[in-house]
């Protein structure tokens, strides 16, 4: 029963991966509709325009005056027909995702991120769900293209690489910390993957914007200017780093239960600690230093490399207390 629930969540991830490949694809040709679309609008030989009455009084006199009235459409940031099909191809990869995640952990008879395989299963699944609820606060449906790549990337490496059949938790990991401290540090992932996106997009928007001539990235005309971007993305961070200050003080308060000691310098609890201080260094400077713009996009993205670094070298060619929860 075990082996055949662990097999039907793998059936499950690899479609969910097909979902999300429509979901990359549909992003992709959204782009290229919108800068289509702005180029359309920017080489048009003139606008269309309309003669609209106005009535105006002139030394007690009604007059009637024809004006002319420019009736070509704005080009706003409202979604193509690609991008409205890749948001469903997400929701419906993202169902796929969870019941992958469920089955899995009914076939462990415990919450799925025991692994690096299981931890990347539940991680990515967690990013979507973020880009999709954070939909409600903001529209940035535009992120969709980085989202639904990375979450392919960062799944299919696992699933290829790291999968593990269902196997018995360690000493170590069977305790109730497991559940928060791990979710909590998966959350606070998404939360940065999420602000890495915006950062990204921030970083090319001030390129563009500082080449106003060029006729490339048009589609970034659609998106929020430069400065929005990089609030948003702080904003973002924001979130994921007090959500990493927690994990790395409820991973204290596990290893104290588990080896009696709350920091041993054990290169997973370093590294957890030095994408704490990129991060507090990154609010820091933006908050009291000015940094804005560009360097605080740069900085940034560091942090997430680090958590990628964390996520990938770490547990794969350094050994420590941690390693268990590898592979």
Known sequence: MTATLASYSV????????????????????????????????????????????????????????VEQDTRPETGRSGTKFERVGMAMMILGVI??????????????????????????????LIVLIFLGVQLWQNLQFLGVFISGLTLI????????YYVPVVPL???????????????????????????????????????????????LRFMETLPDADRLEVLSYRVILVGFVLWTFTLIAGAI???????????????EVWTFIIWVVYAGYIHARATRGWRGAR????????FGAVMFNFSVVNVFFKGLHSYSGL
Not at 29 to 52: E, H, S
Not at 195 to 209: I, M
Request: proline share 2%.
């Open 296 to 303: 605080s996009s740069w900085l940034a993205l560091i942090g």
């Open 170 to 216: 360690v000493a170590a990991l069977q305790s109730y910390w497991l559940v928060i401290h791990v979710f909590v540090a998966i959350a606070g992932t998404g939360f940065f993957a999420l602000g890495a996106g915006l950062a990204v997009s921030q970083l090319v928007q001030t390129y563009r914007q500082g080449r106003p001539s060029t006729g490339k």
């Open 96 to 125: 796929l995702h969870i019941g992958a995640v469920v089955l899995r952990g009914i076939a462990a008879d415990r919450v799925p991120w025991g692994n690096m395989f299981e931890f990347s299963l539940t991680g990515t699944a």
């Open 254 to 268: 596990w290893a104290e239960r588990a080896w009696g000691r709350y920091w041993g310098w054990d290169t997973k």
């Open 11 to 66: 059936v499950l991830t690899y479609s969910a991966m097909a979902v999300y490949v429509i979901a990359f694809i549909s992003f992709a040709l959204d782009m290229a509709k919108r800068a289509g679309n702005v180029a359309a609008g920017a080489t048009a030989a003139a606008p269309a325009r309309a003669a609209k009455s106005v009535a105006t009084v002139q030394g007690g006199t009604v007059v009637l005056e024809k």
């Open 154 to 161: 960062l799944l299919g490496v696992a699933t290829v690489n």
